[in-house]
């Protein structure tokens, strides 16, 4: 298993790296006759572009989407849909001076001992480059989750000590942190500029709701709903842990505390509180998904840092180039995709669990 492709019927495969000619998208087992054009995908691959703010890096990626199949008359022919994205504005320069360094952080050192030959070039595979193909995707998967009424809703609930105190969504996406208070988002701001002046970088939490997802979804017991999630945000680069609903407060809970109990309004069962983050047993019961995940600082920073060479001798390095110095506000609608692209693989994966 080579680890590039995700999902069970409805699959993607990315492909490309960093400094390579383009990065793009396979995907397998989207129906038949969904309305799509390349405007439903532009709009969530600038959410996620570069050099959108003074707070992310400042390599200019125009990330305009191209479809190279799947899709006649403006519909989908159910049949594989190819998506590509050229890299315009790759500086490969600054690799070069230390190409034969690890830098820390980074999965230089991994890469050389799992395949012994590794693209040097902003870290190739590796790069979070990649995940222009997973957002390209995910638009697809969004649309079919419109038509069964499931929204997803993401935002910066974190950046360094600063935490969202309110919850406004209508306040996301007015403000370059993606954060819903407007007061903390821009003392994120002012935080992440700082670490930018110091040539550092600061880490985050970002936090999705999702919305009118039915009760049912998820496959027991190794493909569980909350274990798909979780294998979903573990897989965007910069994620070192995930939390649904009250996550790791439980352990500072009482059983009494953190059940949820159900009660029944108009003859529809629903729980009156959601610590489980809308998961039961691996299990979708109806009430809204809650979902954390850490993004850690980001590793290039110009700051110099001790290292050792592929030789194994001690240096220093500095990591020069263009870098995000907080990937929060951008790793917002990669993780959006990446929800959406587990929740359509077990709508799916549904349909068939009863006769109804």
Known sequence: MSGNSYGTLFKISTWGESHGEGVGVVVDGCPAGLSLKEADIQKELDRRKTGQSKVTTTRKETDLIHIL??????????????????????DSSKYEEIKN???????????????????????????????????????????????????????TKQIGPYIAQKIDFKQIEKNIVRCPDKKMAQKMVNHVLDARKKGDSVGGVVELVVKGVPAGLGEPVFDRLDADLAKAMMSIPAVKGIEVGVGFDAATMYGSE????????????????????????????????????????????????????TDGEKTKIRVEGRHDPCVSPRAVPIAEAMVALTLVDHVMRNQFSKLK
């Open 258 to 309: 953190c059940n949820d109990r159900y009660t029944a309004k108009r003859k529809r069962i629903t729980t009156k509180t959601n610590h489980a983050g809308g998961i039961h047993g691996g299990i979708s019961n109806g009430s809204d998904i809650i979902l954390r995940l850490v993004v850690k600082p980001t590793s290039s920073i110009n700051k110099i840092q001790n290292t050792v060479t």
């Open 101 to 155: 360094m690890f830098r820390p952080g980074h999965a230089d050192f991994t890469y050389l001992m799992k395949y012994g030959f590794r693209d040097y070039r902003g870290g190739g595979r590796s790069s979070a480059r990649e995940t222009v193909g997973r957002v390209a995707a995910g638009a697809i998967a969004k649309k079919l989750l419109a038509r069964k009424r499931i929204k997803i809703i993401g935002y």
């Open 69 to 90: 199949s799947g899709i006649f008359k403006g519909k989908t022919t159910g049949t594989p849909i190819a998506l590509w994205v050229k890299n315009q504005d790759a």
